[in-house]
């Protein structure tokens, strides 16, 4: 956010005001999450999150468009990239630390947190190249208007959740699983009914497929 700031043309001193100003949000932002998440529901708070963060992306960079840059237009954009940090640690951040243990079934939980995590990472390893370059004056030098290349990836990932980020608000692991073996339409897991009966159906093919899983471990280590 300093460098960001710097970039854009504010001073020093605003530049680093506006970085720990951006701190004390993500902590507002955090702890008003936990009163918000289980009210709302994971799916509309992380899409809608991206939504109110691909308007502010959007506003950063058509900002930046005009040049030079006037301080007004330094502070307007360190403004509203603090609420694109507000929106993100309310909605997206906390959500995302929700979900992930959430979806996957109980047999495959632990590998699908860490290839979520993996692959985390891997994403992070290069937003720390490219924002550098988007900021760097010897690179590509595109100050605020780096809010349109951000952007770019914002509306991939909102049309992501809208077609396949699951409602689990309210939902057991055996629903959720009962859902996905239904194959039934992410968006509509926060409404769909499921009876008792269904459910343990699922419960007992699952113990069962558990159960043949493990005679067969058994039946290979007596072999070998």
Same mark, same amino acid.
């Given at each position: 956010?300093?460098?960001?700031?710097?970039?854009?043309?504010?001073?020093?001193?605003?530049?680093f005001?506006?970085?720990?100003g951006?701190? /004390?949000?993500?902590?507002?932002?955090?702890?008003?999450?936990?009163?918000?998440?289980?009210?709302?529901?994971? &799916? *509309?708070?992380?899409?809608?999150?991206?939504?109110?963060?691909? /308007?502010?992306?959007?506003t950063?960079?058509?900002?930046?468009?005009?040049? *030079?840059?006037?301080?007004?237009?330094?502070?307007?954009? $360190?403004?509203?990239?603090?609420?694109?940090?507000?929106?993100?640690?309310?909605?997206?951040? *906390?959500?995302?630390?929700?979900?992930?243990?959430?979806?996957?079934?109980?047999?495959?939980?632990?590998?699908?947190?860490?290839?979520?995590? =993996?692959?985390y990472?891997?994403?992070?390893i290069? #937003?720390?190249f490219?924002?550098? #370059?988007?900021?760097?004056?010897?690179?590509w030098?595109?100050?605020?208007?780096?809010?349109?290349?951000?952007? $770019?990836?914002?509306?991939?990932?909102?049309?992501?959740?809208?077609?396949?980020?699951?409602?689990?608000?309210? &939902?057991?692991?055996?629903?959720?699983?009962?859902?996905? !073996?239904?194959?039934?339409?992410?968006?509509?897991?926060?409404?769909?009914?499921?009876? #008792?009966?269904?459910?343990?159906?699922?419960?007992v =093919?699952?113990t069962?497929?558990?159960?043949?899983k493990?005679?067969? /471990?058994?039946?290979? !280590?007596?072999?070998?």
């Amino acid at each position: 956010m300093t460098y960001f700031m710097e970039q854009a043309g504010a001073s020093a001193h605003t530049a680093f005001a506006f970085g720990l100003g951006m701190n /004390a949000v993500s902590c507002i932002g955090t702890i008003a999450s936990w009163f918000l998440t289980p009210r709302v529901g994971r &799916r *509309p708070m992380y899409l809608w999150g991206l939504v109110g963060m691909l /308007a502010t992306l959007l506003t950063v960079g058509f900002l930046g468009i005009p040049s *030079p840059t006037s301080v007004k237009l330094s502070w307007a954009c $360190g403004g509203i990239l603090i609420l694109n940090m507000l929106l993100y640690f309310l909605t997206v951040g *906390p959500v995302c630390f929700t979900i992930v243990p959430e979806v996957p079934a109980a047999r495959l939980r632990n590998k699908t947190v860490a290839v979520a995590r =993996a692959a985390y990472n891997v994403c992070g390893i290069g #937003a720390s190249f490219l924002n550098p #370059a988007i900021l760097n004056p010897l690179a590509w030098n595109l100050k605020a208007k780096g809010g349109l290349v951000w952007s $770019g990836f914002c509306i991939l990932s909102v049309v992501w959740v809208y077609f396949r980020f699951p409602e689990t608000k309210g &939902r057991t692991p055996l629903e959720l699983d009962t859902l996905f !073996e239904r194959k039934t339409r992410t968006r509509d897991f926060g409404t769909t009914h499921i009876d #008792a009966t269904e459910m343990a159906d699922a419960a007992v =093919a699952d113990t069962a497929q558990v159960s043949t899983k493990v005679v067969e /471990a058994q039946k290979m !280590e007596v072999e070998a």
